[in-house]
């Protein structure tokens, strides 16, 4: 199982639309994927709390990284790096070993030009966790608004393709971790 975490609590993002659609390409290649939709539910990150037993959101979290196989990541860029919520949930990973050695990437929807400083972040904090990053599957994918339907699902052939491409490489740094 590959879990999708976004780093965006916005309903129209770009970066969810995204992993909606990985979800769906996953299904269509017998894959499975699961979106994590609990990153609005995590407290802060106060270190002090990072004892058992841990807030119900972040043990939630931390089973939900523990079970999959591998887990893709799409995150917008603030600031020149990774939204606040999606940073507080990568800090509450840190002092648990559910992600370490797990095969992990990230998509950047973002224009060509953007969302570096994120990706700088990500392959820091990534790095202290002890993750497994699978370079290959860490692309870029640009995402328009205008890409996204109604559904909230992408249906141009050429970006569900390349999201089949990152869910083949982590399906398969998966398979290797088992």
């Not at 990150?45 to 893709?72: K, S, Y």
Request: with cysteine; hydrophobic share 45%; aromatic share 4%.
């Amino acid at each position: 199982m590959i879990l999708l975490l976004s780093g965006s609590l916005r309903d129209g993002s770009t970066n969810a639309a995204l992993l909606r659609t990985a979800q769906v390409v996953a299904a269509e290649a017998g894959v499975r994927a699961v979106v994590h939709d609990g990153l609005g539910r995590l407290p802060h990150f106060n270190p002090d709390d990072d004892r058992e037993p841990l807030p119900a959101a972040v043990a939630e979290t931390r089973a939900a990284i523990e079970a999959a196989d591998a887990v893709l990541i799409c995150t917008p860029e603030y600031a020149g790096t990774l939204p606040g919520a999606f940073k507080n949930l990568l800090d509450w990973t840190v002092g648990g070993t559910e992600i370490c050695d797990k095969p992990v990437a990230w998509v950047n929807v973002a224009a060509p030009g953007r969302g570096q400083g994120a990706e700088a972040t990500l392959r820091t904090v990534l790095g202290y966790t002890g993750a497994a990053i699978v370079e290959a599957a860490c692309v870029r994918v640009p995402v328009g608004r205008a890409d996204v339907g109604e559904d909230g699902i992408v249906a141009d052939a050429e970006i569900r393709r390349r999201i089949g491409d990152v869910l083949g490489l982590l399906a398969a740094a998966g398979a290797g971790q088992a």
